[in-house]
């Protein structure tokens, strides 16, 4: 499983773990070397976290952005101070439109529990059986946006990109066996993370 929050500065990992404590490591290499270029992570996504490292590390820490639990856990979004309307807001059931065909109209109607509660049955149910799929395209995403940013200019790139997404993880790995190792380790870490080894 990968870490929460990861931080590489040049070739180098040098942290790892939730938010505060790599950007606390961050901060602390900045303050030996002013010089340093870090970028930080997050783990699952590999998007990169904008972090204001100016002043003490208390002063960092809490400009930090507050953690969201992950997507599976995420309740949904309640507007807030939002004029009372169809839903129920206590409970983070929100109204929001949709658009379907008359014919999707009438078999929703006809189903136990109305239109809505027939649709949610129909999102859960997309989402069990697409479950592995969307583990595997997610990684896949991670791991490309990762390689983009700390890889893109590194010899067979471009072929490793395509391995990736062509899911050829031995041609995949010879790819990228001459990288720096902490780059490589990561990306394989990540474009894998969907599969027990």
């Known amino acids: 499983m990968n870490p929460a929050f990861v931080a590489f500065e040049s070739e180098r990992r040098i942290a790892a773990g939730d938010l505060g404590e790599v950007v606390r490591a961050a901060k602390q290499l900045l303050e030996r070397r002013k010089d340093a270029a870090i970028l930080v992570f997050d783990g699952r996504t590999s998007a990169l976290v904008d972090v204001d490292y100016r002043g003490s590390v208390d002063d960092v820490l809490k400009r930090l952005p507050k953690p969201k639990p992950p997507a599976a856990e995420e309740p949904e979004q309640v507007e807030p101070a939002a004029p009372r309307g169809p839903g ?34 129909l999102i859960d149910e997309a989402r069990r059986a697409g479950g592995d799929k969307d583990r595997t395209r997610l990684a896949q995403d991670a791991a490309y946006r990762f390689m983009t940013t700390m890889a893109g200019n590194r010899p067979h790139y471009e072929d490793a990109i395509r391995a990736l997404f062509a899911h050829d993880r031995r041609r995949f790995s010879t790819l990228i066996a001459d990288w720096p190792a902490d780059i490589r380790d990561h990306a394989i870490a990540l474009a894998y993370s969907d599969q027990a080894d």
């Open 88 to 121: 129920r807001p206590r409970l983070g059931v929100v109204a929001r439109e949709i658009t379907l065909l008359p014919r999707h109209w009438d078999w929703l109607a006809q189903q136990k529990g109305g239109a809505s509660v027939a649709i949610r049955k």
